[in-house]
């Protein structure tokens, strides 16, 4: 995965099932951890104040494959890969490894989103100076 961004995650034991494997909605837990680091390491936040707007990112697609079992104390590297930058969307792959083997492969995309006073979620086009640090990602 070139021009990825990486941390490390260690299974809780409240992620895992009866199994004692990971529970599959805590796939799209991490994968939201480290879109945030991702942001944050741009100098953004997924909730931010911009040309005073409150900008957010809510995900309009999500989706995992699971390729092998997580268990509770495996340490996991996440690495995120923007895989595309629109107009007013951006969409990323998160590559899940354990030891270094693939176990899962998730993908997401996010809209641009101004959140209006009044609660409403208004998509707008991702401002230039935030859609030039995403794409330095690509």
């Given amino acids: 995965m070139p021009n990825s961004f990486s941390i ?22 991490m994968m ?6 991702f942001f944050r390491s741009l100098g953004l936040s997924v909730s931010m104040q911009h040309d005073q707007k409150h900008i957010g990112w809510p995900r309009v697609s999500a989706k995992c494959d699971f390729s092998g ?4 104390e495996d340490e996991l590297e996440l690495r995120l890969r923007v895989v595309r930058v629109g107009s007013k969307s951006f969409t990323y792959e ?5 030891h270094g083997k693939q176990v899962a492969l998730g993908s997401a995309t996010s809209v641009c989103c101004e959140l209006a006073k009044d609660g409403r979620m208004i998509s707008i086009g991702i401002p230039g100076e935030i859609r030039e640090k995403l794409s330095s990602a690509l």
Avoid at 32 to 37: G, I, K, N, R, W
Avoid at 94 to 98: P, S
């Fill in 94 to 98: 998160v590559e899940f490894l354990n």
């Fill in 69 to 72: 079992p997580v268990r509770f």
């Fill in 8 to 29: 490390t995650r260690r299974v809780a034991f409240a992620e895992t099932d009866m199994a004692g494997i990971m529970h599959f909605a805590n796939y799209f837990r």
């Fill in 32 to 37: 939201e951890d480290v879109e945030h680091a």
